[in-house]
């Protein structure tokens, strides 16, 4: 009897197989809480990981950085919420949509949600949906309050929308809601994440979950650029060291432009490496003595994290127009993560303009428009 393999590509998501592995090897753990039975890791470690999957799967690594950092965001939730999820099974995931398209209304001992949420990436192995909407103020003129809304699978049906060009096995596809309920203690804040004051910190009490929701998120979805643009300059170097011009019959290898470009990416790779793991080991130091992040550091992180993705696609695309005609061609080594890199550059997150001019903002001395921080 032959087993037919379909590709993650053709699949459009990650194999139930290649999720079997993951698991394994512990990484959608890597930032759950010890009392659940997680590592409680060093962030640095699981982006780490996430970026070196990158290099060989980039909608693996997408969907790892998605799904593992839900584990940490349970954490903040009330104790109630983390049982609810993990109380027979810690393995348990939780896709999102954290973008507030959906509708609220407040309903005795919690609220009503109703809508569509689109790009829940790996929405097909959770149990649970993280999904982001607005909380009508009981006051008008109060602030809004933006919450994380924990749905459980029975009260969501998923729209397989997923057709894309690229980051094509992350199974990013639409949730649908049609007025469930949920209790306040299925919701976090917004607000506690960026005070990094959350219900479940007593529960959780380690330092990795003081740090800010924000921070956490956004290196979830950019840390990925990093591996596709190892995997481009790892696919360049492969084709190029035995490419031959069809010009003059000569070793492309030889040539200072294909010299230079291949030193100038790994150079770029290096400085965004450098940098996150900066900030984020500094993130870390903070927290662990207990002392305030700087609004002024907390602004540039947002940018840098976005930034690396401009960077990481810069390179890629010098990438791939140094390898010639046939890098168009299907099959090429290198199309894929020019395609992927493309598709997480145009998560919202990774979109450096606003957070730049935020940044710059606060340098200038201006107070900060940007509370995802």
Known sequence: MSVHFQSPIALR?????TMADLHDAGFLRLLQPSRWGGAEAHPGLFFEVQSTLAAGCPS????????????????LFPLEAQEEVWGRDSTTLISSSYAPTGKVERAPGGYRISGRWSFSS????????????????????????????????????????????????????DVVVDGAFVPEHRTHRFTDGFKQKS???????????????????????STSAIGIAQGALDAYRAVTAKRIAASDGGKVAEDPAAQTVCARA?????????????????????????????????VQYRFDSSLAVERCVAAVDMLFTASGGR???????????????????????????????????????????????
């Open 327 to 373: 890098a168009i061609f299907e099959g090429s080594p290198i199309q894929r993560f020019f395609l992927d890199a493309h598709s997480a550059r145009a998560h919202y997150a990774n979109n450096p303009d606003k957070p730049g001019r935020n940044a710059g903002g606060v340098m200038l001395g201006l107070r900060t428009t940007d509370y995802f921080l």
């Open 122 to 173: 790996g929405c097909d192995h959770g149990q649970w949906a993280f999904l982001g909407g607005f909380v009508p103020p009981e006051k008008a003129g109060d602030p809004p309050d933006m919450r994380t809304f924990l749905v459980p699978r029975a009260d969501y049906q998923i729209d397989d929308n997923w057709h894309v060009m690229g980051l094509r096995a992350t199974g990013s596809k």
């Open 266 to 298: 790994a150079a770029e790779l290096d400085g965004v490496r450098l940098v996150l793991q900066r900030n984020m080991d500094e993130l870390m130091t903070l927290v662990s003595a207990e002392r305030e992040i700087p609004m002024e550091r907390r």
């Open 60 to 75: 693996t690594a997408w969907v790892l950085g998605v799904l593992g950092v839900h584990a940490w965001q349970l954490a």
């Open 199 to 221: 219900p479940g910190n007593p529960h959780n009490p380690a330092p990795l979950f003081r740090l800010p929701f924000g921070q956490i998120f956004v290196r979830s979805v």
């Open 13 to 17: 998501r990650v194999p139930d197989e």
